[in-house]
């Protein structure tokens, strides 16, 4: 698998959330993010007990090849 990080919150507290990566090999991407446990919000949400939700900041969809023009992740 190569994984490759597409971008980094620069508001972030030291650095190390929120992240966008994406995977090469399954062609899709992984976010960092912090853990959603607002119940009311997750309640509202269909959420398999093997998924969870994270949250990133609005402006990070940026770093999304699709949204910035790029039309796909050829990293």
């Known amino acids: 698998m190569a994984l ?4 980094k919150d620069p508001n ?5 959330s929120a992240t ?3 995977d ?3 062609d899709k991407y992984l976010v960092q993010g ?5 119940e009311e919000r997750l309640s509202k949400m269909d959420l398999p007990d093997h998924e969870t939700i994270v ?3 609005k402006y990070m969809v940026k770093f999304f ?5 790029d039309g796909g992740a050829n990293v």
């Open 4 to 7: 490759h990080m597409l971008g």
């Open 12 to 16: 972030s507290p030291e650095g190390k």
């Open 20 to 22: 966008v990566y994406y």
């Open 24 to 26: 090469d090999v399954a």
């Open 34 to 38: 912090l853990k959603v446990l607002d």
């Open 55 to 57: 949250e990133i900041p």
């Open 65 to 69: 090849p699709e949204v910035n023009g």
